[in-house]
């Protein structure tokens, strides 16, 4: 069981890697608009989930109130604190913060029950953190200014806030994935009342179309319901490190659609990144060497 959720977590990390390339090609779509668009799709999602599961939107309100708090929160919250670090402070020192996350999701899964951390989980989310460092900086310097603190903040309180979502999530056992749908649903619209409060709507093109509903059914959408899975029955501090796969991932889909090109800082980010996970998966891997 917890190789088929450390598969579908890989599946989701692989998903979140074509959000960037995806995101170009919604051209000019405001970010809460898109949100708005995107989790409108992936709400579509959900219901079909519901109804081979024989279950209606109704029982969505069965689930306890906590559930919905901390699912709400991490879904349009991730997005609500990210947008506005990337409105705040320059993109790549946000989105260096932000990718704090997986680092975070190591430590805290600490805090669950019957979770043991251990010396090369930590060693391997470091390696992933300073490819990530590698990976967005500019000529190997980053320029952290006063008047971004706000920016800052923003990116850090996503980086939070998508761990702590990811790490409480675990110990819902019990609370099926489709309940991912309702929280969709949710998120959808409280994007659609930012977009009203703080964008001009703009009425996109059929290609900005067809990419923000190809959003909601991968990076914005289906692979919530692929990471939801993963995390109840996968191995948390592996998906922890995994996760630095996303902007190595995303970066070399960039290379492949032309939006961007090889340097040494990839290489090596590569090299750090895959010898991070390995040995973050160093359990996982002497397990599956036993068993064969």
Known sequence: MRKNGNFTGLLAIILWSTLAAFTVLTGDIPPFELVSISFFVSSLIGYVMLKK???????????????????????????????????????????????LWPLFIVLFSAFLPNEKLKWH??????????????????????????????????????????????????????????????????????????????????????????????????????????WDHALKKGNIKLLGSLAYLIPLLSTLILIVFSFASVNDSILWACFLIVSGSLLSSKDLIKELIKNN
Do not use: R
């Open 121 to 226: 989980h930590i060693l391997g989310s470091l390696l992933g953190l300073f490819a990530a460092v590698i990976l967005l900086s500019k000529n190997g310097s980053f320029d952290f200014e006063w008047q971004y603190l706000y920016g800052y903040a923003f990116a850090f309180a996503a980086a939070l806030t998508w761990s702590s979502y990811s790490v409480i999530s675990k110990t819902f056992h019990e609370i099926p994935t489709y309940s991912v749908s309702g929280f969709c649903m949710l998120t959808s619209l409280l994007a659609l009342v930012c977009h009203l409060l703080f964008e001009e709507s703009v009425f996109p093109s059929l290609v900005e179309f067809l990419a923000a509903i190809v959003l909601g059914l991968g990076p914005v959408g289906g692979a919530f319901y692929l």
């Open 53 to 99: 599961a024989k279950k209606n939107i109704k029982d969505l309100f069965l689930i306890p109130l906590k559930v919905w708090v901390i699912g709400v929160f991490g879904l349009f919250g991730y997005h609500f604190f990210y947008f506005f670090a990337l409105k705040n402070a320059p993109a790549l020192e946000a989105n260096l913060i932000n990718y």
